[in-house]
């Protein structure tokens, strides 16, 4: 009924495009709908997951990632990571068959692409961690289809049922096996094969600092390359060869007499499509194909469209074939980038038509690489709050080197397969020695102090507002801008001719905004230092503490202008996943905030103390207090060693004295402004509550001992407290069940509203004048279903 409610709209001129509106409206509910009761549809209750073995039946459709990233005592262990697509639950059959991501801990066997497996499980529904800065996991999870995550059971023993794999895995298994050593070669199968598992975390910050880590996404650009490449070689082929020598008669003379540019078109657009197999229609990949077969195709069919139309188009194929890809950061910064050349073309064309042939290339090369770059900023600091200041050295060498050399020598190398690993190795090793000389030249560029600029969140926002102000002078039509003029084939100069020469209206528009600018400024100063605002009462200078979102761990930030002490550091796993560098380093610089003052450390567990080693490595900590000699702590938290910070005052409550018991020697400590307080209490057991009881008082909010154990809370700790708030740190459905439900019947008897970190994500609460007010990451601060 609404689709033909949505079709009788548009064949109104007037409300055209609200049909249009309503019907992306429609179509993205329905696959929200889909993807949200994706159990429910096949008859199952979500509650039912987790906690449970479950028996899963059903097809790897990725190539895993095998590593050994983790220890199982003092043995090495595999690890697999994998996406499963589910056809059988339990031995019953799904109506909707489902994708769960899944994790298999000292596989015996590697699990290939397109293999059939039974599997004994433990999983959960889709869940991810939820911070100011940080990576949002799970939309990530609703971005790949994948409706649950877990790790497979070694009992009982899983079963391969089918060892089909497809030809991609066994390009892929020869192919890797024939790459010589070195970290560069983990380049070619993500050029080769859009597997990028292989690149180390060292190389993705070169990529990053560098400006660029597109290029080892397989998208419009390598697929470009590789249809441009193809089509030309093809015509040259057909043209040139002699046809009637090497082929029949029946073949050679239709090739002969038939149309040879629309033959080259199609035999390129299917060594297209093999490269994007290859690349295991990716998300980059597919928008790229897309956007080629459209454009294509129009050629092929005699029609014509505009740049515009022609985006449009696709963008509307692509919403239509999945639209779930408008959660993706690549999505945004790919279209942005196309929309971006496209204005380039249309506002400096003259620099792209005019001249000499060589010098057009060098000058449209460098106009479009430096307008990239530039409008190019505002997003990618949007989406990751740095800045790359060497992208514009490093593409103007990177992306013509790599077009031209690097990705036809990986394409090449990979074919090769389909004849010989012989002529395969002598093409990875051409392809490795390419990539050896610029790699060397990127990681130059990236180890310069000034290659990468961090931006705070208000940082971000002024940055947009100055490149706004440069695309207005670059782009508004030279007569209402007296002839700004863009001339990027001059490397003296980005803006050229008409910059300086401003009516007295236009100059006095560009002074009314930079006031605006630097009121700007001056307003984001207010209420982030210590000293209170001029004109006000005396009182509470406001302070805040974000309880962030660390899964099973603690991690509490107490936040005073631009001043923090850190209470935890969340924890650190063999397997390379550490809180510090996945929530807390992105949350300081989402605050701007370069160092600590403090870090307390409230006992030495991992989930405490994980992360308090690569925070050291990475940030300026003026003093660390810790009580385990092997934190190297320069400083100890016992009772009665108070200090005051920022006009607050840290009460140490606990321990006396450190007697070795790792949860029972937790750092407790009350801080307060005078009017409000917090209690911060680590891990302590309901003994040491007992002890603590002649030491506390009232505090408005408790930050729960041990995550809300059995083992703590007891009603006696509670009352003496009596807090108005309560926060329980603890990871999603996690297999110790906390906060307990026993735990939260206490402090429901003294009505302390509860809030967890699974379901609310991070917590911010503010101290001020007028209370306590406390926001929810995922119902106040980032309140969409695709991230909840």
């Not at 497979?152 to 790459?179: A, G, H, K, S, W």
């Not at 015509?235 to 239709?254: H, M, S, V």
């Not at 307060?672 to 603590?692: A, F, M, Y």
């Amino acid at each position: 009924m609404f689709f033909i409610t949505v079709i009788g709209l548009y064949y109104d001129k007037r409300l055209r495009n609200v049909s249009g509106l309503l019907f992306g409206l429609l179509w993205m509910m329905l696959h929200a709908y889909l993807y949200q009761n994706s159990w429910q549809l096949n008859n199952i209750k979500t509650n039912t997951l987790a906690g449970k073995t479950q028996l899963l039946q059903g097809e790897v459709v990725n190539l895993p990632v095998n590593s050994s990233g983790g220890y199982a005592g003092d043995n090495k262990q595999d690890i697999s990571r994998f996406n499963f697509r589910v056809d059988r639950l339990n031995q019953k059959p799904l109506n909707l068959s489902v994708i769960v991501r899944l994790r298999w801990d000292q596989a015996k066997v590697k699990p290939e692409l397109g293999q059939k497996y039974r599997f004994a499980v433990r999983m959960k529904p889709a869940h991810g961690l939820a911070n100011s800065g940080g990576f949002s996991y799970q939309t990530w999870l609703r971005y790949k289809h994948i409706v649950a995550t877990g790790y497979v059971l070694d009992e009982p023993e899983p079963v391969l049922l089918t060892d089909n794999f497809v030809v991609r895995q066994q390009l892929y298994n020869r192919y890797v096996r024939l790459l010589p050593p070195g970290p560069v070669s983990a380049l070619l199968p993500a050029l080769s094969f859009g597997e990028r598992s292989r690149i180390s975390q060292d190389m993705w910050q070169v990529l990053q600092r560098s400006g660029t880590s597109h290029l080892m996404a397989i998208s419009g650009l390598h697929l470009g390359l590789v249809a441009t490449g193809s089509f030309f070689a093809i015509l040259w082929l057909l043209r040139n060869l002699p046809l009637t020598l090497l082929l029949p008669q029946k073949l050679a003379l239709p090739l002969m007499s038939a149309n040879l540019n629309k033959l080259a078109i199609g035999i390129s657009l299917l060594i297209t499509l093999f490269y994007a197999y290859l690349a295991g229609f990716s998300l980059p990949t597919q928008r790229a194909l897309v956007m080629l077969f459209l454009y294509w195709g129009i050629r092929l069919a005699g029609g014509k469209l505009t740049l515009r139309r022609w985006l449009l188009i696709a963008l509307f194929i692509l919403t239509l074939l999945d639209p779930f890809s408008l959660f993706s950061a690549s999505f945004w910064l790919s279209v942005y980038a196309v929309s971006c050349i496209f204005l380039l073309l249309w506002r400096f064309g003259d620099v792209f038509y005019l001249g000499d042939k060589r010098v057009k290339v060098i000058k449209s090369l460098l106009v479009i690489q430096l307008g990239l770059t530039l409008f190019m900023m505002p997003v990618t600091a949007l989406f990751f709050h740095q800045v790359s200041l060497a992208s514009f050295l490093a593409n103007i060498i990177a992306v013509p080197y790599m077009s031209l050399i690097c990705i036809p020598l990986s394409l090449l190398s990979a074919l090769s397969l389909f004849f010989s690993d012989a002529l395969a190795s002598f093409f990875i090793a051409l392809a490795w020695q390419s990539l050896e000389f610029l790699w060397a030249y990127l990681a130059w560029l990236s180890g310069q102090d000034w290659a990468l600029i961090d931006l705070s969140q208000s940082q971000v926002y002024y940055l947009c507002v100055i490149l706004a102000l440069i695309s207005c002078g670059c782009f508004l039509s030279p007569s209402s801008w007296g002839g700004w003029r863009l001339l990027a084939g001059q490397c003296y100069c980005f803006l050229q001719r008409g910059i300086l020469r401003l009516t007295r209206m236009q100059a006095a528009g560009l002074l009314v905004l930079a006031g605006l600018f630097i009121t700007g400024f001056s307003l984001s100063g207010l209420n982030t230092g210590s000293q209170p605002v001029r004109g006000r009462e005396p009182g509470i200078i406001p302070w805040q503490v974000y309880v962030l979102d660390v899964g099973q761990g603690l991690a509490v930030i107490i936040q005073k202008g631009k001043h923090a002490i850190l209470y935890d550091t969340g924890a650190a796993y063999p397997g390379g996943f550490n809180l510090a560098q996945s929530v807390i380093l992105p949350f300081l610089q989402y605050q701007g905030l370069s160092g600590l003052d403090k870090v307390i450390i409230s006992h030495s567990d991992n989930d405490h103390a994980g992360g308090l080693p690569l925070l050291k490595s990475s940030i300026v900590i003026n003093e660390i207090l810790a009580n385990d000699p092997v934190l190297e702590g320069r400083g100890i938290c016992l009772q009665g060693h108070d200090f005051n910070w920022q006009g607050l005052h840290f009460a140490m409550l606990w321990p006396p004295d450190i007697k070795g018991e790792a949860n029972d020697d937790s750092c407790v400590i009350r801080v307060s402004d005078g009017v409000h307080s917090l209690l911060l209490t680590g891990d302590i057991s309901r003994k040491v509550e007992s002890q603590l009881l002649s030491h506390l008082g009232h505090s408005q909010v408790l930050i729960a001992p041990h995550h809300g154990s059995k083992s703590s809370s007891r009603q006696e700790f509670i009352n003496r407290v009596s807090p108005r708030y309560v926060i329980f740190s603890a990871g999603y459905l996690n297999r110790w069940q906390m906060p307990s439900e026993e735990v939260l019947a206490r402090y429901q008897k003294v009505e302390a509203k509860v809030f967890t970190t699974a379901a609310s994500g991070m917590l911010k609460l503010d101290f001020s004048d007028s209370g306590i007010h406390i926001q929810q990451y995922r119902q106040d601060l980032w309140p969409f279903w695709f991230a909840n």
